[in-house]
């Protein structure tokens, strides 16, 4: 029998953190399925190294862009247009079942029994239930399906600019069909609903077998600091602060030793306190070609390490 694999997709050096520290945590929980990472043309050759180390295959894909800006404005979230490159895990037709999941994803007990449920199997959206989240979804590879999608996607586009609303239209029946293909919500547990039904998340939270990171701010957006074992910044704003520090624990103990053998005297910027000099704090987890990538395509980070101030110190140290 063909193999049977999970999934993840990372585009840029963030979110091949985040795909890291997910990739552990299956293997952490002692999986029995191989691990394949779609990757972007922009990530990093450090980060491929490691991603090789904790990956089965690392698969360099070509990033798909909805590019429809009106759509992802209504969600504030611009950047997810990329999130259509996703719809590549379906062309991985050497494996006969896959479960997809996001890189901003944790999981904190074995789920290979997800690979016993169809296409496709996922869990509610915590905005919309009739909806399922993309985040965590049960699938199966065929280049029949890929074509079919991608012909959706010219023909109908997507109702929320990324995946979700693409297959959420291809596979329409989801909501009423098979209650099988409901996967319960402890499979994508999104830290959203801890804030929105805490009651539930008091009764039920300690059942969750993936964390998911939804919204705009990840868990590499925070720094950490590795003596003090804290999270720093607004915690409550994401996540449930249990969970965020199980995601930096992994992230600061596992992944980036890996990192650090892998830039060696290179800078580079983990988001722990401690490899930041004292007069410059780490404010994001990007590499400096990262950086400067993004601000050649026009997206500087005016709010955070881009911001007026850091940039008028820069210009200070620099005239004087
Ligand atoms: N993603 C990526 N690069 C991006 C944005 C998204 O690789 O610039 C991938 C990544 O796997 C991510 C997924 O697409 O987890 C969906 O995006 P995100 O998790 O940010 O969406 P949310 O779950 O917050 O709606
Ligand atoms: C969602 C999902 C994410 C998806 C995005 C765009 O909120 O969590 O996986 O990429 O919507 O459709
Ligand atoms: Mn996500």
Redesign the pocket.
Known sequence: MAEQAFVTLATNDSYARGAMVLGKSLRNHKTSKKLVVLIGPHVSDQSRAVLHKIYDDVRLVDVLDSGDTAH?AM?K?PD?GV?FT?LHCWTLTHYSKCVFM?A?TLVVSNIDELFDREELSAAP?P?WPDCF???VFVFIPSNETYGRLLQFCTEHG?F????????NGFFSDWATADITKHLPFIY?M?SIAIYTYLPAFKQYGANAKVV?F??ATKPWSYTYDPRQRRVRGDVAAAAHPGFLLEWWTLYSGEVVPMLMREYGDQPFCSGCEEDAGESEPVQTLMSSAERKQRWEQGQADYMGIDSFDNIQKKLDVFLK
């Open positions: 992802l969600m979230r997810l999130t996703k996001d901003d959206d905005g989240n993309s985040g997507s929320d600019g990324g995946d979700q609303g693409v297959l994508n999104s998911h939804l919204g």
